[in-house]
């Protein structure tokens, strides 16, 4: 069975830290990994995908992020974050979601 | 601004109403998805359709039934629905069922 696991619920940083979220998953088939975000008010949006290739992907608003295939990781970066960051990020394999990570950043 | 349609965006019904939810897009998408999402939770998969077909049917109470009258639309029909079923439903769609979803901004369903 499918399963997607987002570690941390609810990250509160300060303007120009560092973020890094993680997110492990397990499936026995191909996978194909996505961010999405989600804005106070706003409709999901995708931030980046990895479907094959090289594992370190950038996507837009300067994040990026890692698969690792032999730790069935696909961890979210973005190496100074801003007040604007604050939303809810979701990772998802195919089509199923983790649980979220709630960001707050503070100014 | 979303390419995914929804409507209502919002809409109150009683346990014995009959009403749909409807979602259109024009980016020639050929998969197309309803999901549940309860407050501070993620979006739970319901319902997938590839080409016109049902492909993927998470379990979901009969009392909910979707509909794919063509590759545009996608229709969620909804009967004697229960209190707990109240959550915001999204519809996506994308190229293909492997391929990033695009969202529409749901509609808030209350069931009384």
């Known amino acids: 069975a499918q399963s997607v696991s987002q570690h941390n619920h609810h990250v509160i940083l300060s303007e120009a830290a560092s973020l890094e979220l993680g997110c492990n998953y397990s499936?026995?088939?191909?996978?194909?990994l996505f961010w999405y975000v989600q804005y106070p008010g706003q409709h999901l949006q995708l931030l980046l995908k990895?479907?094959?290739?090289?594992?370190l992907v950038k996507g837009i608003k300067g994040f990026e992020a890692e698969f690792i295939k032999s730790k069935f990781s696909f961890n979210l970066r973005k190496p100074s974050v801003q007040w604007s960051d604050t939303a809810e990020y979701f990772c998802?394999?195919?089509?199923?979601f983790g649980a979220g990570t709630r960001l707050t950043v503070k100014p | 601004d979303t390419e995914v349609t929804q409507t209502p965006k919002h809409l109150v019904m009683g346990m014995t109403n009959k009403k749909s939810l409807k979602c259109e897009q024009h980016?020639?998408?050929?998969?197309m998805y309803w999901y549940k999402q309860k407050a501070k939770k993620p979006p739970e998969l319901m319902f997938v359709?590839?080409?016109?077909?049902?492909?993927i049917n998470e379990s979901v109470p009969s009392r909910f039934s979707p509909e794919c009258p063509n590759s545009s639309l996608l229709n969620l029909h909804l009967h004697a629905l229960q209190p707990e079923d109240s959550a915001l439903y999204l519809c996506?769609?994308?190229?293909?069922?492997?391929?990033?979803?695009?969202f529409g901004n749901g509609t808030r369903l209350t069931v009384t």
């Open positions: 499936y026995g088939g191909t996978v194909n």
């Open positions: 359709y590839s080409y016109e077909k049902l492909s």
């Open positions: 980016m020639g998408h050929r998969a």
């Open positions: 990895y479907f094959s290739g090289d594992p």
């Open positions: 996506a769609s994308s190229p293909g069922t492997g391929s990033p979803l695009h």
């Open positions: 998802a394999v195919n089509m199923r």
